[in-house]
């Protein structure tokens, strides 16, 4: 079986914004990045000072999307490890063209530092906010983006090869408008535990089921949700919240988080398959929760951001018949604004809560 590199072996084909860089220049790098970088830079250059000190672990924050963050420790060969999946499975080869364009705060943009290091790619750094695309006519064969980074830059798109799309849910319309495009999209599926993906679904294919990267093994436990397995990133299983159908021993289908099921008259409804039945008929940002109903229990409602009409919308609602009487939200609610985590992604129970001193 072939050796799989240290974390120490920068591939002698990775570049960074054009120029070659050893193991031993990353000092350099992240140095100048520390002190004379712009903001997204400076990030950078802390997470290298981390890969080139001679500890053999990171220290990781979850994103507190569902709950406190925590800190986590990873060995930098788990990185590494991951890396060489993700590059198995999307066919990236040495030499590549890559786009960063996520903040390195997260796992996902520490991972495309690493990709680009140990695969040997040709990395362009820009900044993670609003078109990353704007001015650049570089042809890209691999990116990776969160949904509203992919929205501002979709008339560039088809600069990117192939193109991952994380962080948070892509909206019916987004998906609609990638189908279109040359970009081989992909929604993926992982989180900071993970280290980035374990799974991913083609958009082309219009297929809602993932399927996992080679040697993850994945089951479910009494509550039907989804537990991972990666050997080549830790011995512990990670037991997750998702609530998943398994389609085979690879493969899977989200229906949604448990802690998110709404039961409304006995009927368990999942906000995330409601959000994906009705994406394309309202514009986000929106999400689906419930509020205290005497009779069902739990009563479906829509929840909007900002002020729109919104009796027009139920009406839309059930003119389409795409939900169940029991999916069908009751009720629709406007906030001045949700409640988001540093990366962007929804908080639900904090902006639920806003809704207890909304007039139902």
């Not at 590549?96 to 796992?107: E, K, N, T």
């Not at 999400?287 to 009779?295: L, M, P, R, V, Y």
Request: charged share 20%; aromatic share 8%; net charge neutral.
């Amino acid at each position: 079986m072939k050796k799989k590199p240290s974390y120490r072996n920068v591939h002698n084909r990775f570049k960074l914004n054009g120029n070659n860089y050893s193991f031993n220049d990353l000092f350099e790098v992240a140095y100048s990045f520390i002190k004379e970088g712009e903001p997204h830079e400076k990030i950078i250059g802390d997470f290298l000072m981390d890969w080139i000190n001679p500890k053999e672990e990171i220290v990781l924050k979850t994103s507190g999307s569902t709950g406190t963050p925590k800190r986590m420790r990873y060995a930098k060969q788990a990185f590494v490890n991951s890396a060489l999946a993700t590059g198995d499975h999307f066919g990236v080869k040495i030499g590549d063209r890559a786009l960063h364009c996520l903040s390195a705060d997260f796992i996902a943009g520490k991972m495309m530092l690493v990709r680009a290091m140990i695969l040997g790619l040709e990395l362009d750094i820009v900044p993670p906010n609003g078109n990353v695309l704007e001015g650049n006519t570089t042809f890209y064969d691999f990116a990776a983006m969160v949904p509203m980074q992919v929205v501002h830059a979709m008339n560039q798109i088809n600069q990117v090869k192939t193109l991952l799309i994380g962080g948070a849910a892509p909206s019916t319309t987004l998906l609609h408008q990638l189908q279109s495009k040359k970009t081989n999209s992909f929604v993926t599926y992982g989180m900071t535990e993970t280290l980035t993906h374990i799974a991913s679904r083609s958009i082309k294919s219009n297929d809602a089921v993932y399927t996992v990267l080679p040697g993850v093994h994945i089951t479910q436990d009494d509550r039907q949700c989804l537990i991972i397995k990666v050997p080549y990133l830790t011995d512990a299983d990670v037991v997750t919240n998702d609530v998943v159908t398994l389609v085979s021993d690879v493969s899977f289908e989200l229906l949604g988080r448990v802690d998110h099921v709404i039961n409304s008259g006995g009927v368990k409804i999942f906000p995330e398959t409601v959000e994906q039945k009705i994406g394309s008929f309202i514009q986000p940002p929106f999400f689906i929760t419930s509020i205290a109903d005497e009779q069902l229990g739990q009563q479906v409602v829509l929840v909007l951001e900002q002020q729109k009409e919104t009796q027009n919308l139920l009406n839309l609602l059930k003119e389409k018949k795409i939900l169940s009487p029991y999916e069908l939200p009751k009720k629709v609610f406007c906030l001045d604004a949700f409640e988001y985590t540093e990366n962007g992604k929804l908080k639900r129970e904090a902006t639920t809560a806003k809704l207890v001193a909304h007039p139902y």
